[in-house]
C-alpha cells in the first residue's frame, strides 16, 4: 500500500536556545496555518540544560520532539530526522531555531519546487533582525575565500565577487536565480534529490555540510537556487556563539574536510600552507588555553594527512 507522501516535513535541531526556538515554533505554526500547508514538524534536541524541552511541551505539543541525551552536533541529528521523514515528505526543510518565517514564505518555496523539477536545494531569502539583507547565497569555497577568512585581503572586496558574494541587485528582483550554496540556515531539499546524493556527511560536526551538499548535488546533476520572494529573519549565531573557541576549531576542521572532498592537490597545498602559518603564529600569541586548544585542534587538522574528525570531539573543549 502506497501512503500519500505530505508537501513538507520540518526539522529543527535546538541546544539551549529555548527563547529562540519558542518564538521560531511560534512563527512556523503562523506561516504553516496561513500557507495552507500540511507538514510534520520534528525537533531535536541536542541534550540542551536550559528548559527547552519542558517549553516544547507545554507551549507547542503539536510538534514532535526528539529529546536527545546527548550532544549529537547538529549535522548527525539532522541525518536522524532525514532518515525517519525522507518517505513522508516531497521536501525537507532543515531550519535553524533562531529563524521567523513570513508569511506566504514556505508557500513560496513549494511552489518554486514545484516549477522547477531540476532544483534539488532551496534557500530564502534571509533577513536580519532589523530587516537588513543578510549574506544567504554563496559561491563554493577555494583559496580567495580563505585569503579573506584569515584577514589578508582589503576590507573594501569583501562583500564582492572575490569572496564569493552574489551581487545584491539579485536579492532585490521576484525571480530565483541559481547560485552554489546557500547559507544553511533555512534550506529546502527535495527529498527525490537527498535520495540521490545520500545524507548530510555526519564528518562535518558544523559549519560545511550545507556547502558540501550543495556541492555534490551540483555533481549529481541538481541545482541549488536563492528565492528572494521566500523570506526568512535568521537571528544567527544563537547556539555557535556559546563557545566561540570550540567552534573556531570546528569550522577550520571542516573546513580542511571540505576542499579534502571537493578540491584539487593545488588549491588544496596553498591553501594549507597559508592555514597553518597564520594558525602557528596565533598559537604562539594565544590568549587563553581554550584558544590554544583551538588553535592546535585546526594545525592538527590541516596537517598533510589529516587529523581527528570533528565528530570525535565533544562540545565540552
Not at 8 to 37: G, M, P
Not at 118 to 135: H, I, M, Y
Not at 243 to 270: D, F, V
Request: glycine share 8%; hydrophobic share 45%.
Amino acid at each position: 500500500m502506497v501512503t500519500e507522501r505530505l508537501p513538507l516535513a520540518v526539522i529543527i535541531v535546538s541546544w539551549n536556545v529555548a527563547a529562540h526556538l519558542d518564538r521560531c515554533l511560534t512563527s512556523l505554526k503562523h506561516a504553516l496555518t496561513t500557507d495552507e500547508v500540511e507538514a510534520v514538524v520534528w525537533v531535536i534536541d541536542n541534550g540542551s540544560v536550559d528548559d527547552t524541552v519542558e517549553m516544547i511541551r507545554e507551549r507547542h505539543p503539536w510538534v514532535e520532539l526528539h529529546a536527545q541525551e546527548t550532544n549529537l552536533g547538529y549535522v548527525r541529528a539532522n541525518n536522524l530526522g532525514l532518515t525517519a521523514l525522507l518517505d513522508r515528505a516531497e521536501a525537507i526543510w532543515l531550519l535553524n531555531p533562531d529563524t521567523l518565517i513570513s508569511e506566504g514564505a514556505i508557500r513560496t518555496l513549494l511552489a518554486f519546487l514545484g516549477t522547477h523539477p531540476g532544483a534539488g536545494l532551496l534557500g530564502p531569502k534571509l533577513l536580519n533582525a532589523d530587516g537588513s539583507l543578510q549574506e544567504c547565497a554563496f559561491r563554493f569555497p577555494g583559496l580567495t575565500q580563505t585569503l579573506f577568512s584569515l584577514g589578508k585581503m582589503p576590507d573594501r572586496l569583501y562583500y564582492t565577487a572575490l569572496n564569493g558574494r552574489y551581487a545584491p541587485a539579485l536579492f532585490e528582483q521576484q525571480d530565483g536565480f541559481v547560485i552554489d550554496h546557500p547559507l544553511g540556515a533555512a534550506m529546502l531539499a527535495r527529498a527525490d534529490a537527498v535520495r540521490d546524493v545520500g545524507l548530510l556527511d555526519d564528518g562535518f560536526f558544523m559549519y560545511c555540510e550545507e556547502i558540501d551538499w550543495a556541492w555534490r548535488m551540483r555533481k549529481a546533476g541538481w541545482q541549488t537556487w536563492l528565492v528572494p520572494s521566500s523570506e526568512v529573519t535568521h537571528i544567527g549565531g544563537a547556539s555557535s556563539q556559546q563557545a566561540r573557541p570550540a567552534t573556531t576549531a570546528y569550522l577550520w576542521e571542516s573546513r580542511i574536510r571540505l576542499y579534502r572532498k571537493h578540491r584539487g592537490w593545488l588549491t588544496q597545498a596553498l591553501t594549507r600552507g597559508l592555514v597553518r602559518r597564520t594558525f602557528s603564529v596565533r598559537l604562539a600569541q594565544a590568549e587563553s588555553a581554550n584558544w590554544a586548544t583551538a588553535y592546535d585542534r585546526i594545525l592538527t587538522a590541516w596537517r598533510s594527512h589529516g587529523g581527528r574528525s570533528p565528530v570525535e570531539h565533544t562540545k565540552e573543549e
